[in-house]
C-alpha cells in the first residue's frame, strides 16, 4: 500500500480502515530500538517516519529499509572550474571521487556545501651556487599540507600555484600555492652562507664558518642542514617529512599521497652542493627544492606547486 500523504477530511466523512492506516498512521511513531519497531510495524510503508529512544536516531522507510535521516552535510557538488585542470575519476575503499589537478592558476566552484580531500603544495625553494670557492646549500621543499573532509562553504575558492624559486647565486624562496583558505607555503631558498626560512628551511653554504640551515614552518615542512666550519660541501633542503642533511648530504624526505590515484612524493628538499657540477632543478608540480650547486656552479631551480581537489561522485 502507497503512503497516503496528506488528506482533507471533511464533517462527517466515515474513515475505513485504508484511510486510517494510509493517512493516520503517518505520524512520528515512538519506539524503543529496532526490535520493537519490527514487531510493531510489519509493514512498513515507504515515507513513515519513527523515532529510536535507544540511539536517539529519526529514521524513515525508503520502500525497502529504514535509513536514519541525517543532517550532516555531506561531499560537496562541484559546479564549475576554470584554469583547465584535469579531471579524473578515482574509485578508493569503494568510494567513488572525482579528482581535480590543478598545474596551473585557476577557480573552483563549489555549488552545494559540504566534504572535499585536499592536497596543497608550495613551489620549491632555489639552491645556491656559483659562489667562488663556495658550493651552495640545497633548496626547502614547498609546503606540503593535506587534508580530508575539509569543510567548504558553497561559492568560488580561488587557486593560486606557486613558482618555484630560481636557483641563482642567493637562492631565492618559492612562492605559496593556494586553494581558498588552504595555503602551502614557499620552500626556503638555499644559502651562500645561512639557509634561508621558509616552508622548508634552505640548506647553508659553505663558508669558513659555521652556515646555519634555514627553519621550516610547523606542519608546513622541516629545517635545512648546516654546513659545518670550513666544511666544503652544503647543507641541504629540509623536506616535507624530514629535516635536511649536513655537509653535502640528501635532501628532506618528501611525502607521498595518493589523491590522484597514484602515489606520488611530493616536497622533497634539495641535496646539499658537492662536486664541481650545476644543481638539478626540482620537478614542475611538486615542490622539490633545487639541488646546491658545486664548486663556482649555478643551483637548481625549485619545482612548482599543486593543487588537488577530490570529492565524492
Known amino acids: 500500500m502507497a503512503a497516503g500523504g496528506f488528506k482533507e477530511f471533511v464533517a462527517g466523512e466515515t474513515l475505513d480502515q485504508d484511510e486510517i492506516n494510509d493517512y493516520l498512521m503517518q505520524g512520528m511513531l515512538v519506539f524503543g530500538g529496532t526490535a520493537a519497531r519490527g514487531s510493531a510495524i510489519t509493514s512498513p510503508v515507504e ?21 536514519e535521516l541525517s543532517t550532516t552535510p555531506g561531499a560537496a557538488i562541484v559546479s564549475s572550474t576554470t584554469g583547465s585542470p584535469t579531471l579524473g575519476t578515482v574509485t578508493s575503499g569503494g568510494t567513488t571521487y572525482n579528482v581535480y589537478s590543478y598545474t596551473g592558476d585557476g577557480t573552483i566552484i563549489f555549488s552545494e556545501a559540504g566534504f572535499i580531500d585536499a592536497l596543497v603544495v608550495g613551489g620549491g625553494g632555489g639552491a645556491d651556487g656559483n659562489e667562488g670557492a ?13 587534508v580530508t573532509n575539509h569543510y567548504v562553504a558553497p561559492g568560488t575558492a580561488t587557486i593560486v600555484i606557486g613558482a618555484g624559486g630560481v636557483g641563482t647565486s642567493l637562492g631565492l624562496n618559492g612562492e605559496s600555492t593556494r586553494m581558498g583558505t588552504l595555503y602551502g607555503v614557499g620552500g626556503g631558498g638555499g644559502g651562500g652562507g645561512d639557509g634561508k626560512v621558509g616552508a622548508s628551511g634552505g640548506g647553508g653554504g659553505t663558508r669558513s664558518t ?38 653535502g648530504g640528501a635532501g628532506g624526505a618528501g611525502s607521498s599521497n595518493d589523491i590522484s590515484g597514484a602515489s606520488v612524493t611530493y616536497a622533497t628538499g634539495g641535496d646539499g652542493g658537492t662536486g664541481t657540477a ?33 570529492v565524492v561522485v
Do not use: C, K, M
Open 47 to 67: 515515507g513513515q517516519f519513527t523515532f529510536l529512544t535507544d540511539t536517539d536516531a529519526v529514521e524513515f522507510y525508503d520502500g525497502s529499509a529504514w535509513v
Open 134 to 146: 663556495n658550493r651552495g646549500g640545497g633548496g626547502g621543499a614547498g609546503g606540503y599540507l593535506a
Open 278 to 310: 650545476p644543481g638539478a632543478s626540482g620537478a614542475a608540480n611538486t615542490g622539490d627544492g633545487g639541488e646546491g650547486g658545486g664548486l663556482s656552479d649555478p643551483g637548481g631551480s625549485g619545482g612548482s606547486g599543486i593543487v588537488i581537489v577530490r
Open 210 to 247: 659555521l652556515a646555519v640551515g634555514g627553519v621550516g614552518t610547523s606542519g608546513q615542512g622541516n629545517d635545512g642542514g648546516q654546513s659545518s666550519n670550513g666544511n666544503t660541501n652544503g647543507g641541504a633542503g629540509g623536506g616535507a617529512s624530514a629535516a635536511g642533511a649536513d655537509d
